[in-house]
């Protein structure tokens, strides 16, 4: 059987394969991902984040799930397959996808513009955080800084950030509260 996804394809492509591959991946990290059992929460977040940040966020090494979700889905892979999946992680794996370098940057020290507030909409799992947020962020001036409040580290969106040169910081400030500081990147 050929290939049916590597550590670029986003999660609504796996989700595909076999319904079982969501309780796999729920299983990986049951507080960021049990709301994908939600209907909106799964149209919404399979689309916008990859199979490689998954791994990432779960510390699931790449090459295991890859493996894992094809067996899920009846395709165990070849040898050859499996040399051929792992040519490609090498690219994919010296890709930045931390939110956090080292030490938190300098820029998230200055005074915060705009702040919005999802931790209400994220209790109730109705609404798509990303246009309360891109619509913030397009009225940010180049030199101001936003904060988003999130149950969740919005791993789905960094992503998005990143191609659109927005820059930002992840700060977890209890289990249930992240602080993402955003700004568009000089």
Not at 6 to 35: C, E, T, W
Not at 38 to 53: D, E, K, Y
Not at 57 to 83: D, F, N, Q, W, Y
Not at 175 to 181: M, Q, R, S
Request: glycine share 2%; charged share 30%; aromatic share 6%.
């Amino acid at each position: 059987m050929p290939i049916k996804i590597d550590a670029r394809s986003k999660l609504a492509k796996a989700l595909r394969l076999h319904p079982d591959v969501l309780d796999y991946i729920v299983g990986l990290n049951p507080h960021d991902f049990k709301r994908l059992y939600n209907p909106v929460m799964r149209r919404l977040m399979p689309p916008r984040i990859t199979l490689a940040r998954i791994a990432k966020m779960t510390s699931t090494p790449i090459m295991e799930m890859l493996v894992r979700i094809h067996e899920i889905a009846g395709c165990s892979l070849t040898e050859t397959e499996r040399k051929e999946l792992a040519r490609g992680l090498s690219a994919v794996e010296s890709e930045n996808l931390s939110a956090n370098p080292e030490n938190a940057p300098q820029w998230i020290k200055h005074d915060v513009a705009v702040i919005v507030d999802l931790l209400e909409n994220d209790a109730r799992l109705d609404a798509d955080p990303l246009p309360p947020i891109m619509k913030s962020l397009k009225k940010l001036a180049a030199d101001e800084i936003m904060v988003v409040k999130h149950m969740w580290e919005p791993q789905p969106l960094y992503d998005i950030w990143s191609k659109q040169g927005v820059e930002y910081y992840a700060e977890q400030k209890s289990p249930d509260e992240w602080w993402i500081y955003l700004r568009w990147k000089e």
